[in-house]
């Protein structure tokens, strides 16, 4: 199960209740439907910008009320340009459901993590090869 935060903040700012500003409401929907999903047994991946503390220690709680495994993966493009071509890329395409702008991207309050997690390095590589080395290490056994 595939759980992308922009998605759902698209569908909150849509909905004729929205008045704003967002906060934490598009990461309190995905932690329900991830919570959801992990207590009937399906694996999911939740997609999300993930910047501060307190909502990485919010995907931990819900692997822990659901009793399941949790990955923490992080995924960077150290390529600053490439990065950029990349969102604003997805912006051409399909510009409202699309997510930040790159203006939004490099705004944004993001903090170190603090503790040990998986560092996907994406420059150079293609999602299909990103696939399969997390899917590597993840049958290896080394997460």
Not at 48 to 58: F, M, W, Y
Not at 64 to 81: I, P
Not at 124 to 131: D, H, I, K, N, S
Request: glycine content about 6%; overall charge negative; charged content about 30%.
């Amino acid at each position: 199960m595939h759980i992308r935060i922009d998605s759902i903040e698209l569908a909150i700012r849509e909905s004729a209740l929205f008045e704003g500003p967002m906060n934490d409401a598009g990461y309190r929907v995905g932690y329900a439907v991830a919570e959801d999903n992990l207590r009937l047994g399906r694996m999911v991946i939740a997609d999300s910008v993930n910047p501060l503390p307190i909502t990485r220690e919010a995907w931990r709680a819900v692997a822990t009320r659901a009793q399941v495994k949790l990955v923490e993966v992080e995924v960077v493009c150290s390529d600053e340009q490439e990065h950029r071509r990349r969102v604003e890329g997805r912006l051409d395409r399909r510009p409202a459901e699309s997510g930040p702008t790159w203006a939004e991207v490099v705004a944004r309050d993001y903090r170190a993590w603090d503790r040990d997690h998986v560092v996907i390095e994406t420059a150079g590589r293609t999602a299909e090869q990103l696939v399969v080395t997390l899917r590597t290490m993840l049958g290896d056994g080394k997460l």
